[in-house]
């Protein structure tokens, strides 16, 4: 990479604070009132899998940066049917022991040999795949339950104009 | 239909909330006080609060330690770590510098990864980039990083529960030891002794970050203490805190070692004894306190740090069979806290120079017979 030596330090400061910025959605005006959305996520139990400021249960994503890596399009889907927004790499299994116990969580790791998962308790799981009896992958499958007919849209504007104003720590 | 749907899920999400419920306290502070009756987990940096750091695990011996195959390997992008791991239910907690990882103990595979990035402008002086390892309480692990942070980390997923700056790194400070974590709290120490800092012991509160007290290894104007140093020697006498110490439950004390006097091979600026440098000091756990020290080496001029792990024991002083004092101060001090406190009716009065001297009487009957041992045991050079 060629240093950049024809570029003032007002320039460098500009182009770094561009490079910055992408990938991060840009904010929105949007409707509803984040005050009464973030009552409607306590309400609703978000925090018993999402983990935001802190506070919560980190069995499913973080969300204390949710509005900066998503648009208010993308969490109003999310909240509406989330099996539509899985992302690329999660994956949902359920494996059955030798024991005849079946245990259900996300995947955090696999190779030909092992797999790992995380249950919704937060209990890590570490499996040598020849010695389960079956390993079902339930694509398309997500633990997260759909919110659209849970909340009115009054509701769920706030709630998504509440996620969305989370932009990370500072 | 619609409204079907909507009161079946009015209906089941109780259900599904009640199936995913806010992480339980996973490691309390009584199974830390317990850590012996989980001889397969590593529940604190040194295995116990008392700093013993003995496994009584047998499966690795003597016999066959030389048959040893690597089984995986898990490597930081960075140079170097030099953690002892958290141990938890097969689940290994490891530090690098600025990260940490939870691994599957069987796999090596990483369950999370967590990273802060080390700032550009920041500079180890005396010591290379490294970390120690993590603290556990309930569901966090706390970590010390170089650029003096202390995070709280979910022990679940690797989210940030808090942040807490407990240090300038523009200053000199830096953090490299592992946390130690008592009831309620967790204490750390910094690194910086050769780069002209105030050395100090600070203790956070584990639940919100918020800072709970803070001891200055060189004691303030007006301080007791104080006196040992000359002119503004104590604004830069270092005495840095930078391996982990004790803790005993039941006294609710905090020993803690405290590194050399700066700058650290030649004394000519810092006239005196250079109070608490070379020393071990003991705190009151909810305060901060200093209840009493001990100086191994008065304005030390060797870099005779006395930043070894304090290892706890209790017995009865007055026996006759007692004769358990190491020999060499950088290698191990053992203290006799509860006999200490026990025998404090006994105690004797304060040495004078040139041998090493104790603050208050509550310590003395140990430390008579730690200083009634051959003078030049007790002025070993390190090793």
């Given at each position: 990479m060629p240093e950049a030596w024809y570029l003032s330090q007002e320039e460098i400061a500009s182009v770094a604070a561009y490079v910055r910025r992408l990938g991060n959605v840009v904010p929105e005006v949007l409707p509803g009132d984040p005050a009464r959305g973030k009552a409607i996520y306590a309400r609703n139990g978000c925090s018993a899998c999402h983990i935001l400021d802190g506070e919560g249960s980190g069995y499913g994503p973080e969300l204390t940066d949710a509005g900066a890596r998503r648009g208010s399009a993308r969490l109003r889907e999310t909240l509406q049917n989330p099996t539509k927004t899985i992302p690329e790499k999660f994956l949902f299994v359920e494996a059955a022991t030798p024991s005849g116990q079946t245990i259900r969580g996300i995947r955090l790791n696999e190779d030909s040999f092992t797999i790992q998962l995380k249950d919704q308790q937060g209990r890590f799981y570490s499996f040598r795949k020849s010695e389960l009896r079956d390993l079902k992958k339930l694509r398309g499958e997500t633990p997260m339950p759909p919110y659209g007919s849970v909340l009115s849209p009054a509701d769920l504007d706030d709630l998504i104009h509440f996620l969305a104003s989370q932009r990370g720590k500072p | 239909m619609k409204r079907l749907e909507q009161r079946l899920w009015i209906f089941l999400l109780p259900l599904f909330l009640l199936s995913c419920p806010a992480t339980f306290a996973q490691v309390p502070f009584e199974r830390i006080v317990n850590a012996d009756k989980e001889p397969g987990n590593w529940l604190t940096y040194s295995r116990d609060l008392q700093g013993h750091r003995f496994s009584p695990l047998t499966e690795i011996n003597t016999q066959n330690v030389s048959q040893i195959k690597v089984k995986w390997a898990f490597q930081f992008p960075d140079d170097r770590t030099e953690v002892s791991p958290i141990v938890i239910d097969s689940v290994l907690y490891i530090t690098g510098p600025n990260s940490a990882a939870a691994l599957d103990g069987r796999t090596g595979r990483a369950l999370w990864t967590c990273r802060r990035p080390i700032p550009s402008d920041y500079h180890s002086i005396g010591f290379g980039h490294t970390n120690r390892g993590p603290a556990v309480l309930d569901d966090k692990l706390f970590v010390a990083t170089l650029d003096g942070h202390l995070l709280a980390l979910d022990l679940k997923s690797g989210a940030e529960r808090w942040s807490a700056e407990?240090?300038?790194?523009?200053?000199?400070y830096s953090m490299t030891m592992a946390p130690l974590a008592i009831d309620g709290k967790v204490v750390v120490g910094v690194s910086g002794g050769e780069a002209g800092i105030r050395g100090f012991i600070d203790a956070y509160d584990a639940k919100t970050g918020a800072q709970a007290w803070r001891f200055w290894t060189i004691p303030g104007p007006n301080e007791p203490g104080h006196e040992t140093w000359s002119g503004d020697a104590w604004k830069t006498g270092s005495g840095a805190t930078w391996v982990t110490g004790a803790y005993d439950p039941e006294l609710k004390l905090v020993y803690w070692g405290v590194g050399n006097p700066g700058p650290d091979w030649n004394g000519d600026v810092r006239p005196g004894d250079n109070l608490y440098t070379c020393s071990f000091v003991a705190l009151d756990?909810?305060?901060?306190?200093?209840?009493w020290y001990f100086q191994f080496s008065p304005h030390d001029t060797h870099d005779w740090d006395a930043t070894h792990v304090p290892m706890l024991s209790t017995r009865k002083l007055a026996a006759q069979s007692a004769n358990s004092a190491p020999s060499r101060t950088e290698t191990l001090f053992t203290t006799c806290s509860t006999a200490a406190r026990e025998n404090s009716s006994r105690a004797s009065p304060m040495p004078s120079k040139p041998g090493p001297r104790v603050s208050t009487p509550k310590a003395a009957p140990f430390l008579r017979r730690i200083m009634s041992l051959p003078k030049k045991e007790i002025s070993s050079g390190p090793t």
């Open positions: - | 407990v240090l300038d790194y523009k200053l000199g756990a909810a305060t901060g306190k200093l209840r």
